[in-house]
């Protein structure tokens, strides 16, 4: 059973299924499919059509998976040549944004005002910081620390396991903190490294 608020607005194309908790004054449309267990604080616009001058009038996709947690006044757009994928355990902090085709996977957290442009991937367990921006097309590598205010332009490498401040992003330091966390060894963070090459090479970056 789903906790829904009686001031939220959920479009009947949506599909949800058990557990999840939405908020007050939410928003939900478009062909969103939402998993279980997720929390949906006031004001969470979901599914709402991509923020891209040829598609102001057409519905996208965009799947979310379980166990996550989106904050006040957060925003996630639909997808355009392909779905918006929200993964699991995330966490989505006050005002955050993510915009079509975007895939964000398990354990990111995107702090508050944090901005994921389109077309982006967003690896898993990065961690973007307050009013941190990432550039469309980009890919944030695993494990990734991005400080808060960083601006990360198309042509930076967000290579796993690192540390990015700044405007433009530069490497400050291995994200220690992250690789110990989840246990992260060398070997592993070669194959990681290996999967976030190709990913910017499908992204043509």
Known sequence: ????????????CVKMGDNNYIGPYCYFTGGTTI???????A????????????????????????????RDFIT???G???????????????????????????GVTLS?????????????YSNCGSCSLIHQHQVVGSYSMIGMGCVAPKKVRLEPGQTWVGNPARRLK????????YKIDEY??????????????????
């Open 80 to 106: 355009t040549e392909r779905l918006t994928i929200i993964g699991s355990n995330v966490i989505m902090l006050r005002g955050s944004h993510v915009a079509h085709d975007c895939v964000i996977e398990d």
């Open 174 to 181: 291995t994200n220690m903190y992250a690789l110990d966390k």
């Open 35 to 41: 998993g279980d267990n997720n929390r949906f604080e």
């Open 188 to 205: 592993y963070l070669i194959e990681e490294t290996a999967r976030f090459r190709q990913l910017v090479k499908d992204h043509g970056l």
């Open 43 to 70: 004001y969470c616009s979901i599914g709402t059509r991509p923020e891209h001058t040829s598609y102001w009038h057409k519905d996208g996709e965009l799947v979310i998976g379980d166990n996550n947690i989106f």
């Open 1 to 12: 059973m789903n906790h829904i608020n009686p001031t939220a607005t959920i479009d009947d």
């Open 76 to 78: 996630i757009n639909a």
């Open 112 to 124: 508050v005002i944090a901005v994921i442009l389109g077309h982006v991937h967003v690896m898993k």
